[in-house]
């Protein structure tokens, strides 16, 4: 079983930066894909990011590329979501997430393990 706590949402202007973090415990996550998505109130959970094992692969939602980075230090059982150029609209609570094949997360967006969720807040 793996376990994920989520770190370092909070509220920020637009145009500001946050970094996310989130640590895995239970066993290593280190040939686990990991990845982000959010949700607001009253819609769909949505994708963000993913990570492969090594962190030689990432994906993006076309909203975020260029703005979001995903990263990961498998020694610390971690992964990030460094979020710059913020805007209001990405707004929601953002919630880790890991699967045990890429496939699961990234195509299908049914992960085997999710985090509890971190706020982020972004004002006009």
């Known amino acids: 079983q793996v376990q994920l706590v989520e770190s370092g949402g909070g509220l920020v202007q637009a145009g500001g930066s946050l970094r996310l973090s989130c640590v895995a415990s239970g066993r290593t996550v280190s040939s686990d894909p990991m990845g982000w998505f959010r949700q607001v109130p009253g819609k769909e959970r949505e994708f963000v990011a993913a990570i492969n094992w090594s962190g030689g692969t990432t994906y993006y939602v076309d909203s975020v590329k260029g703005r979001f980075t995903i990263s990961r230090d498998n020694a610390k059982n971690t992964v990030y979501l460094q979020m710059n150029s913020l805007k209001p609209e990405d707004t929601a609570v953002y919630y880790c997430?890991?699967?045990?094949?890429?496939?699961?997360?990234?195509?299908?967006?049914?992960?085997?393990?999710w985090g509890q969720g971190t706020q982020v807040s972004v004002s006009s």
């Open positions: 997430a890991a699967a045990r094949v890429w496939q699961t997360l990234v195509v299908l967006r049914i992960p085997n393990y």
